[in-house]
């Protein structure tokens, strides 16, 4: 069974993979010191063979298979943007469609600010994404979204009204 690396744990493993390989240049320049100067003792041998107890830092990149993991994988989605000709978000009159092999999530209603998808995230696959209304033509626009990708779409609707713009209180 292959399991993954989430981008953390990689990332953490690097950071230590450098600090052990510093930590080991650091100990390696004070070799030529005389140790009865600082009272510390003689530094490693580099050509000593022997056995040292604290030299399994490579085994200090594993970890624990029982420990659970702190953070969820990255979810896999599709954001379709929605935009009249003059580049104004269109919220109101649209319902999005995101058609897969075998799967459609449809968005109507929740569409905030011009954007619009799927509640849960999607599987990953190709789509179709579409946007209809009674205001303007149907639009399409084909995406591939890979496994715990953030994919984007941006659809222009032509003729579609924007969003009234929020006026503010001078109270």
């Known amino acids: 069974m292959r399991q993954s690396v989430d981008r953390r744990t990689f990332s953490i ?11 080991g240049c650091l100990d390696e320049g004070e070799s030529d010191a005389d140790p009865a100067d600082d009272g510390g003792e003689p530094a490693d041998d580099p050509t000593d063979d022997t056995d040292d107890a604290d030299d399994d ?8 298979e029982d420990e659970p993991e702190d953070e969820p994988e990255a979810e896999t989605n599709l954001t379709a943007y929605l935009e009249n000709e003059d580049g104004d978000p269109v919220s109101d009159g649209v319902t999005v469609e ?7 999530y449809i968005v109507e ?11 849960e995230g999607i599987e990953p696959g190709e789509y179709v994404v579409v946007a209809e209304g009674d205001e303007f033509e149907t ?3 084909e995406a ?13 609707l032509e003729g579609a009204p924007g969003d009234e713009p929020e006026e503010e209180d001078d109270e």
């Not at 995101?98 to 459609?104: A, I, K, Q, S």
């Open 144 to 156: 591939s979204v890979d496994e715990g990708d953030q994919e984007e779409v941006t659809l222009v």
């Open 109 to 119: 209603g929740d569409i905030q600010d011009g954007v619009a998808e799927p509640a």
């Open 139 to 141: 639009v399409e626009e």
């Open 13 to 23: 493993g690097i950071a230590t993979l450098a600090g052990v390989s510093l930590a």
């Open 98 to 104: 995101f058609r897969g092999d075998g799967v459609t």
């Open 57 to 64: 830092s490579a085994d200090d990149l594993e970890e624990p």
